[in-house]
């Protein structure tokens, strides 16, 4: 098959490196500049990152910057101390240069006409398979600050569902950034001291899996909505969209793949829509119901996979 994959992020990354040895006909394309720092707290769960890595040659281990002793989650009147359940962060940026190492990416742009499938793994922008009917989009403002203060790392949830402040420790510096649809709330991040560099950028929590083909173009990654709705973890859930778009494009050939491709999304991704659900609810006020129930047990799952251990009864004191 001509295949093309557009955006060589951590998705598309991923997915080239799944396909390159593959036998098939393999395009790339990102117009980034070498050196591109990616807007993004670079956190992820230790051990799936290296069971990940691992399957596409690297070792996850190498990666690792700083690993949390433990993790402070607060919102505006309280804050709860839990234990790691392997959060850490990485650095990204040799990461996604070692997983594209030896592959030719063109700075062009590229006709979805010559290729049978296109793999468009452009994040926030959906540059090719479109724009969705409905989007939700946080804005996020991040800064590598020099120093690391302090050892935890801290998430501090916003009121009402309007996202949260963190501070990641990253070796010798610190990574403090800001998401939130209320762009007051991001501004403390402009005054930060010792700031190093300053980044910024969308991001996209709701979950677009009906919105993921469009005639032979594929949504992977963030353009497809592989973001959790309550942590804005999207690295690890990239790759795993792109293990299973990889692997159900082999195992079911391109017609079936375009087909099912939405249900396989909705599938292996189905807490996003439950927890899109919650952050929808919290934004209305009505977090506080029995349909709810379910979906803290959800959340739960989530942090947990995100590296954060935290038990029902920590979470329903500390942040709801
Ligand atoms: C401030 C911030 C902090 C975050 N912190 C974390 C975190 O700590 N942990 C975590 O797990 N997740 C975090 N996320 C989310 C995570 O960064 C993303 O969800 C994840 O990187 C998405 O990967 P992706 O490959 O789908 O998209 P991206 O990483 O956005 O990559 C998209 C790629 O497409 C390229 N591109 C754009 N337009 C085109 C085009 N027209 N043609 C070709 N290529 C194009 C871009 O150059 C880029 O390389 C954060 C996000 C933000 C914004």
């Not at 190498?62 to 309280?78: M, P, Q």
């Not at 989009?137 to 402040?165: C, D, I, T, W």
């Not at 005054?191 to 969308?202: H, Q, V």
């Amino acid at each position: 098959m001509k295949i093309a994959v557009a955006g060589m992020g951590v998705a598309g990354s991923t997915i080239s490196s799944l396909l390159h040895d593959s036998g098939h006909d393999l395009s790339l394309f990102d117009p980034k500049s070498p050196g591109f720092y990616p807007p993004c707290g670079w956190a992820v769960n230790e051990r799936e990152f290296c069971h990940l890595s691992q399957k596409i040659g690297l070792n996850g281990e190498d990666y690792v910057l700083s690993r949390a002793d433990s993790i402070i989650l607060s919102n505006s009147s309280r804050s709860i101390r839990l234990q790691s359940g392997g959060l850490c962060t990485i650095d990204k940026m040799r990461f996604l240069v070692d997983l594209a190492d030896g592959m030719a990416i063109s700075r062009g742009r590229l006709s979805p006409r010559e290729y049978d499938i296109v793999f468009d793994c452009t994040g926030i922008s959906r540059a090719y398979i479109g724009q969705p009917r409905e989007d939700f989009r946080m804005s996020a403002v991040e800064a590598l600050v020099a120093g690391s203060q302090k050892k935890e790392f801290v998430f501090n949830y916003y009121p009402g569902g309007h996202g949260y402040s963190w501070s990641f420790p990253l070796g010798s510096n610190t990574h403090i950034g800001s998401g939130s649809d209320r762009t007051e709330l991001n501004s403390f991040v402009l005054s930060l001291p010792n700031k190093i560099r300053l980044t910024g950028r969308d991001i996209r929590i709701r979950p677009l899996f009906d919105e993921a083909v469009s005639g032979n173009v594929v949504a992977v990654g963030e353009s497809a909505g592989t973001v959790s709705p309550i942590t804005g973890e999207g690295i690890l859930p990239s790759m795993r969209n792109a293990f299973l778009a990889a692997e159900k494009l082999e195992r079911h050939g391109k017609e079936d793949f375009l087909k099912y491709y939405p249900r396989f999304l909705r599938e292996s991704f189905a807490q996003y829509i439950d927890l899109f659900g919650l952050v929808k609810d919290a934004r209305m006020g009505r977090l506080i119901r029995p349909a709810n129930l379910m979906k803290v047990g959800t959340a739960i799952r989530d942090l947990k996979s995100f590296g954060i251990n935290a038990g029902v009864w920590k979470i329903l004191k500390g942040v709801i």
